[in-house]
């Protein structure tokens, strides 16, 4: 084989450049491989969604809603005696509320004084509750004032000592968790007390961690029979001016209830958050001196 020597230095390097450039473009740097993202375990993701939702918290100093209730009589006919619509004014601090009757005829009914509660042997509520709050120990009454909500401390009074890293309250064990399109889904079990700790099952979006839907346990106080039934509400949740609300509740019965209001479903309408409300709206004494100053909307 005969090869011929370039006489040109200048020719030579040129070459040897272009054959550089040629194999540079032939064969690019290898990209480099991400390293894949940490997934959360299923006991951190109930932390996150908690977290997520108490985020939120404390809920607005004032509510008026308008609640829904609809069941069926033991022969599955409407049960025009327990279905009714109530417009609710509620005060945060202490779940003290007005209530009204909304009559099928038109016009609203007398002041009552209310205090909406989940797992108590009244309406549940308001929609503004911290749906992962345990039950109360025991049957409280509607005079019992619970305990406020603390509110977030201003972080100038703050001193920091230390950091921590935590998943959350250990009051649930997450015995399973699966991703439904874009919602994950847990499956939880009671740690301890499952009478109080009422959560059996929680939905919320996998991206933000905004809780979407609840499946928990309640009670249905008879009082007829003078029993507690065990009952499960399918609770679903939306966001309004960006803070989760109940939207619909959806209970079952138990224990082998077969009675009226086996199944029965709550709808929350017409959800605000006034700036302010009279005091005399969270005091029975008060009703009767301000018969013409009773709230419509």
């Known amino acids: 084989m005969k090869i011929t020597m370039m006489k040109n230095p200048m020719m030579a390097i040129a070459a040897g450049l272009l054959v550089f450039a040629f194999a540079t473009a032939a064969t690019p740097a290898p990209t480099p491989t991400p390293e894949p993202a940490e997934t959360p375990s299923p006991q951190r993701v109930l932390g996150l969604i908690r977290a997520k ?110 950091s921590t890293v935590t998943t959350g309250e250990y ?17 939880l079990r009671a740690v301890r007390d499952p009478e109080r700790n009422r959560l059996h099952e929680v939905f919320a979006d996998k991206g933000s961690y905004e809780v979407t839907r609840l499946i928990a346990h309640d009670r249905l106080f008879d009082e007829g029979s003078r029993k507690i039934y065990d009952t499960t509400f399918d609770i679903r949740i939306g966001m309004l001016e960006g803070r989760p609300v109940v939207t619909s509740i959806h209970g079952v019965v138990g224990d082998g209830y077969e009675g009226d209001g086996k199944d029965v479903d709550y709808q929350f309408r017409d959800i605000k958050f006034p700036a302010t409300m009279p005091d005399w709206y969270f005091d029975a004494r008060s009703y009767a001196s301000h018969l013409n100053d009773l709230p419509t909307k």
């Open 53 to 162: 939702f108490r985020s939120h918290r404390p809920p607005p100093a004032f509510v008026s809603y308008t609640i829904e209730r609809k069941q069926k009589t033991d022969r599955g006919f409407p049960d025009f005696a327990e279905s009714y619509t109530d417009k609710v004014w509620v005060r945060s601090l202490d779940r003290a509320a007005l209530g009204r009757r909304v009559y099928p005829y038109g016009g609203l009914g007398p002041a009552n004084f209310q205090r909406p509660a989940f797992n108590e042997d009244r309406d549940p509520g308001p929609p503004t509750a911290d749906v992962f709050e345990p039950a109360p120990p025991k049957k409280t009454k509607i005079s019992d004032v619970p305990t406020p909500e603390p509110a977030p401390q201003p972080t100038a009074t703050l001193i920091t000592i230390g």
């Open 171 to 187: 009051d649930y064990y997450v015995d399973d968790l699966k991703v439904e399109g874009d919602q994950v889904h847990l499956f």
